[in-house]
């Protein structure tokens, strides 16, 4: 086994801040709920999947589906040891509500899933995206989809009725 490591200037050996492949914080939550948590992190590259939960169906004649929450799986970098300020939002059990945010403060806000009330126009944007981590890379950043379908596939994250979802696996110590 071999240890990654980086010699700075002085001589002073920087290593992997965790093993890589270490998930420091996976979250679902229950619908109805948030998730809330203050999670110190070293300096390194992640992996993030963070998504929102559900809106919920409207009803009147016949039903219609929510959109699902907003999404993000990409490769992230944060400088610096820090402590993240997380919510993972659960999706909706009733009619007409939107599901709950999912976000790291100052880095990336996921919007909540839409109530479908009559029609599905108001889906969820796109994340936003913060200064306090850098984007390495991008698989999906999308908002939320009418009918309510998961964009992770083979989940049910955020899709209408559906919890939210974040995932932080560290990868390496360097971009």
Same mark, same amino acid.
């Not at 890589?20 to 619908?31: D, K």
């Given at each position: 086994?071999? @240890?990654?490591?980086?010699?700075?200037?002085?001589?002073?050996?920087?290593?992997?801040?965790?093993?890589?492949?270490?998930? *420091?914080?996976?979250?679902?939550?229950?619908?109805?709920? =948030?998730?809330?948590?203050?999670?110190?992190?070293?300096?390194?590259?992640?992996? *993030?999947?963070?998504?929102?939960?559900?809106? #919920?169906?409207?009803?009147?004649?016949?039903?219609?589906?929510?959109?699902?929450?907003?999404?993000?799986?990409?490769?992230?970098?944060?400088?610096? /040891?820090?402590?993240?300020?997380?919510?993972?939002?659960?999706? &909706? =059990?009733?009619?007409?509500?939107? #599901?709950?945010?999912?976000? @790291? &403060?100052?880095? @990336?806000?996921?919007?909540?899933?839409?109530?479908?009330? =009559?029609?599905?126009?108001?889906?969820?944007?796109?994340?936003?995206?913060?200064?306090?981590?850098?984007?390495?890379?991008?698989?999906?950043?999308?908002?939320?989809?009418?009918?309510?379908?998961?964009?992770?596939? #083979?989940?049910?994250?955020?899709? /209408?009725?559906?919890?939210?979802?974040?995932?932080?696996?560290? *990868?390496? *110590?360097?971009?």
């Amino acid at each position: 086994m071999t @240890i990654r490591c980086k010699f700075s200037p002085l001589g002073k050996p920087e290593v992997d801040s965790y093993e890589p492949g270490t998930v *420091l914080f996976e979250n679902s939550p229950a619908n109805d709920k =948030t998730t809330n948590v203050n999670l110190p992190i070293k300096q390194g590259v992640f992996e *993030l999947m963070c998504c929102s939960g559900g809106g #919920g169906h409207w009803c009147y004649i016949g039903c219609n589906s929510g959109s699902s929450g907003s999404f993000f799986k990409g490769v992230v970098y944060f400088d610096e /040891d820090q402590t993240l300020e997380i919510q993972v939002g659960g999706g &909706t =059990t009733t009619y007409a509500h939107n #599901g709950y945010p999912t976000y @790291i &403060t100052n880095c @990336i806000h996921c919007p909540e899933g839409k109530s479908a009330n =009559t029609t599905c126009s108001s889906k969820p944007a796109a994340p936003t995206l913060m200064s306090g981590m850098q984007v390495l890379s991008t698989e999906i950043h999308a908002g939320g989809t009418c009918g309510g379908d998961s964009l992770f596939a #083979g989940t049910e994250y955020g899709a /209408d009725l559906k919890p939210g979802y974040m995932k932080l696996t560290y *990868l390496r *110590l360097e971009p």
